[in-house]
Nanobody, 123 residues
């Protein structure tokens, strides 16, 4: 396991944008993902990125608004979040691993995690 480090969270008004960063994924991690945990809810996957081919998959709740991408030079994972809504308020977590099948937004498929960064969207 590798400890990942997220940054970039904060407070923003509805319709605004934030970019989350994640440092620490290994070159051997074949997939990376962003998860979020909303108050009183289970942790859920919102986007995943495959290092091989650069493919991406999104949960329907964020499709068209969020973009996940990897900066290969910095080996850092990002989540660009646009058109934010109050329901996007959550603790956001970065995850990495080599799941046997992809795409997957299952929590158990990833074995490296960060501590999370808080995103708060006000109406």
């Amino acid at each position: 396991q590798v400890q990942l480090v997220e940054s970039g969270g904060g407070s923003v008004q509805a319709g605004g944008s934030l970019r989350l960063s994640c440092a620490g994924p290994r070159n051997t991690d074949s997939a990376m993902a962003w998860f979020r945990q909303r108050p009183g809810k289970e942790r859920e996957g919102v986007a995943t990125f495959s290092r091989y081919g650069g493919r991406t998959v999104y949960d329907d709740s964020v499709k068209g608004r969020f973009t996940i991408y990897l900066d290969h030079t910095e080996n850092a994972l990002y989540l660009q979040m646009n058109s934010l809504k109050p329901e996007d308020t959550a603790m956001y977590f970065c995850a990495a691993g080599s799941p046997p099948s992809w795409p997957t937004l299952l929590r158990r498929a990833y074995n490296s995690w960060g501590q999370g960064t808080q995103v708060t969207v006000s109406s």
